[in-house]
């Protein structure tokens, strides 16, 4: 029994990955059940089991007759305990990653950012505005607003790849301490509806992110938008005095 769940579990897997590979979207057509067999390297039984997980999962969907089809796409696990990029976050899960950059200029921050920063509100700060693609996918929205001290012409910001710590760390030379992550639920709106290709009030996971120097002093407030049909955020928490 628990050879034959190993064996299902692997089929999954498979199935899976040929759609991230493939970067297969929502309602693309997956091929015959026989030709799908012996892509695989698998029964067409063990497969029809893998597809009666996923189909409850509501990762396919079975038209008798018809076909099967993708019902989402495969998601990006991305841990917020680790400093991974962006692009190898995209690349991991199987889907070519795509940065386009909307705006690089300075510009008057909102309140919060103002706040952050301790600047006046007409106050002026290094602003990029860019999205994430995985496959032809928008999956993550970016709002980055720098330090005072941090300007455009600092690096070759073409080069960034949406690891923030890294790149101001080796790129910039600053000796970095903390970073602060606040996460919630929003119902989208506006530009990152807009960006993301989805409609008003989809529900959204989004992340305010402020990283410190050494010194306590922000450099970085980051607002990112995720489209959470695409990307999936991992925590874990070490449990201490057990």
Request: proline share 5%; glycine share 4%; net charge positive.
């Amino acid at each position: 029994m628990v050879v034959a769940n190993t064996r299902l579990n692997q089929v999954i897997a498979l199935i899976r990955n040929y759609i991230a590979q493939r970067r297969l979207e929502r309602g693309d057509r997956l091929p015959s059940e026989a030709a799908m067999a012996r892509e695989l390297g698998v029964s067409r039984n063990t497969l029809r089991e893998a597809y009666i997980t996923l189909e409850s999962e509501g990762f396919i969907l079975r038209r008798h007759g018809i076909g099967t089809f993708v019902a989402q796409p495969a998601r990006i696990k991305d841990s917020l305990n680790a400093f991974a990029s962006f692009r190898q976050i995209i690349k991991a899960a199987g889907y070519t990653p795509r940065f386009q950059t909307l705006a690089a200029a300075d510009i008057t921050p909102p309140p919060e950012v103002c706040e952050t920063f301790s600047i006046p509100s007409t106050g002026v700060l290094f602003y990029l505005e860019r999205v994430v693609f995985a496959g032809r996918q928008p999956a993550i929205y970016l709002n980055d607003y720098f330090a005072p001290t941090i300007r455009q012409t600092d690096a070759d910001w073409n080069e960034f790849d949406g690891n923030l710590v890294q790149f101001l760390h080796t790129v910039l030379g600053l000796p970095l301490h903390q970073m602060h992550t606040r996460i919630r639920a929003v119902a989208l709106a506006g530009e990152a509806a807009r960006i993301l290709r989805l409609p008003e009030n989809t529900p959204a996971m989004h992340v305010r992110s402020i990283i410190y120097t050494v010194t306590h002093q922000p450099v970085t407030h980051s607002k990112i938008w995720f489209n959470s049909n695409i990307v999936e955020l991992d925590a874990v928490r070490t449990v201490r005095g057990v």
